[in-house]
């Protein structure tokens, strides 16, 4: 690890580093999804093709991992928006990021449904 | 603040070494901009980019959560994608639009932040310099990809 990067841990770093890597991930899977998208000028076919793993099991638990990463992301970074533009952000930041966890399980077990439902479907039948 | 200024010091401080015919020597402030500032420090960009991520990220909270819900939640979730589906969303200008702003805003908020990274971490300037310049091509291609396939998109293509 480069030298001076030791922080204090806690709420505040762990919420960063976790901003971090899912903005990292999320900017990967957005280079691909412009790729496969762009498909759509070389073939209907070729398209179809590359959306079908798109709804196979293991990529649609795959995608709930995306779903959780930009969750995380959006509802962090409107928190470091607040932190940052808000007169009491600061001494609310914790707080803050316990509102963020919760209303992201929520928001997650809303998703279990809609984003696993049909790679259960396939894989235990309907 | 006396009216007296003929000593910039008060009193209890001491007697000072100067005065208006004696003047004490002006020290440059650390941080001013000055010929020798290295290129990267003399304009505000790193503060543009700043508020940048805060502006375009609450759009974007906005944009993209709509289209996972659009994509994944309604109307039978990523089942129902495929080409067909997409000829139907592009044919409105809206949602053109929408998709066009998300491509630009999410590219540049990531290219941003990936940015931020590298400088980070890759600390030898070989590598920090390389890692950007595939970063900025990358980045490139993609928006111009993308803006071309939104612009071009035929949906009698066969």
């Given at each position: 690890m480069p030298a001076g990067t030791l922080y204090r841990g806690r709420e505040g770093m762990w919420s960063w580093v976790a901003h971090r890597v899912t903005g990292v991930l999320i900017f990967f899977f957005l280079f691909v999804h412009v790729l496969d998208t762009a498909l759509v000028r070389v073939s209907p076919e070729a398209y179809d093709d590359v959306v079908a793993t798109y709804k196979t099991p293991i990529v649609a638990v795959m995608e709930y991992g995306l779903v959780a990463a930009i969750l995380f992301h959006a509802l962090n970074g409107l928190r470091v928006v607040a932190v940052d533009f808000w007169s009491k952000g600061p001494k609310y930041q914790k707080q803050m990021l316990w509102t963020v966890m919760s209303i992201w399980i929520v928001l997650m077990a809303g998703a279990i449904y809609p984003v696993l439902g049909h790679a259960a479907r396939e894989l235990f039948g309907s | 603040m006396s009216a007296d200024t003929s000593s910039a010091v008060d009193p209890v401080e001491g007697?000072?070494?100067?005065?208006v015919d004696n003047p004490a020597p002006v020290i440059e402030p650390p941080r001013k901009r000055t010929k020798k500032t290295p290129k990267s420090t003399r304009t505000n960009f790193e503060l543009y980019g700043w508020l940048f991520m805060r502006l375009s990220g609450v759009v974007l909270v906005v944009l993209v959560l709509g289209h996972l819900l659009i994509q994944l939640?309604?109307?039978?979730g990523v089942s129902k994608v495929g080409f067909a589906f997409v000829a139907g969303r592009w044919a409105s200008p809206f949602w053109q639009g929408w998709d066009l702003l998300m491509l630009w805003l999410a590219m540049l908020h990531g290219a941003n932040g990936l940015r931020t990274v590298i400088n980070d971490y890759a600390e030898r300037p070989k590598t920090r310099f390389w890692l950007k310049n595939l970063l900025y091509a990358a980045t490139v291609f993609t928006v111009l990809l993308g803006t071309l396939v939104i612009f071009t998109f035929d949906p009698n293509i066969r």
């Open positions: - | 007697v000072s070494l100067y005065d939640v309604l109307d039978g």
